[in-house]
């Protein structure tokens, strides 16, 4: 069974760090690329950030470019997002999701997500 | 401000038929409109792709759920609606450059 595992998440003071985690089993992860997405309190989804499944490269939304920094372990079946300067407007719910932009475009599966809450 | 529109809520009867609409307000979306997925999202719980590619149906997902598109919209059908599609349906396509876009959503009341 395809399934992606999220860990991570939590509560973190305005201006601090967090890392989210996205354990992937059930596909050969290095076929994929990756990506992250979240859900913010009253709003709808907003896609943050991408990975290619092995040449290294990052794609981020505007919003987080130069806070948040995507990566990914292939041995491991990992993906990360790095979470820096946070601020009360990055509390969300973080969804880590498969990728498939090659033949066609699809976020699938999802992981079960997890919530970050940027509070004083 | 989502690059693609959505209704706040639609809503019908079982058995009934609803159609939920995905306007792209941009050049850069509309020029990859091929490329248009569809969400469903239950309170508290994870997406759950329902149609990929403008009108594909992944494995699993009934053939109630259709997908389509004209000019700069693109649509998602729900025939024979059933309680348990009462749910949030969003609406993504690619937008260039690698970035994603989502709608703003759209709730679904079975009535």
């Known amino acids: 069974e395809v399934q992606l595992l999220q860990s991570g998440g939590g509560l973190v003071q305005p201006g601090g760090s967090l890392r989210l985690y996205c354990a992937a089993s059930g596909f050969t992860f290095n076929n994929y690329a990756m990506s992250w997405v979240r859900r913010a309190p009253g709003k709808g989804l907003e896609w943050l950030s991408t990975i290619g499944a092995t040449d290294g490269k990052t794609y981020y939304a505007a919003s987080v470019k130069g806070r948040f920094a995507i990566s990914r372990d292939n041995s491991k079946n990992m993906l990360f997002l790095q979470l820096n300067n946070l601020r009360s407007e990055d509390t969300a719910v973080y969804f880590c999701?498969?990728?498939?932009?090659?033949?066609?475009?699809?976020?699938?599966?999802w992981g079960q997500g997890d919530l970050v809450t940027v509070s004083s | 401000q989502s690059a693609l529109t959505q209704p706040r809520s639609v809503s019908g009867s079982p058995g009934q038929s609803v159609t939920i609409s995905c306007t792209g307000t941009?050049?850069?979306?509309?020029?990859?409109?091929?490329?248009v997925s569809w969400y469903q999202q239950h309170p508290g719980k994870a997406p759950k792709l329902v149609i990929y590619?403008?009108?594909k149906r992944p494995p699993g997902v009934p053939d109630r759920f259709s997908g389509s598109k004209s000019g700069t919209t693109a649509s998602l059908t729900i025939s024979g609606l059933q309680a348990e599609d009462e749910s949030e349906y969003f609406c993504c396509s690619y937008a260039g450059s690698y970035t994603w876009v989502f709608g703003g959503g759209t709730n679904l009341t079975v009535l």
């Open positions: 590619d403008v009108s």
């Open positions: 999701a498969r990728a498939d932009y090659s033949s066609s475009d699809r976020f699938d599966p």
């Open positions: 941009s050049s850069e979306t509309t020029s990859y409109y091929n490329y």
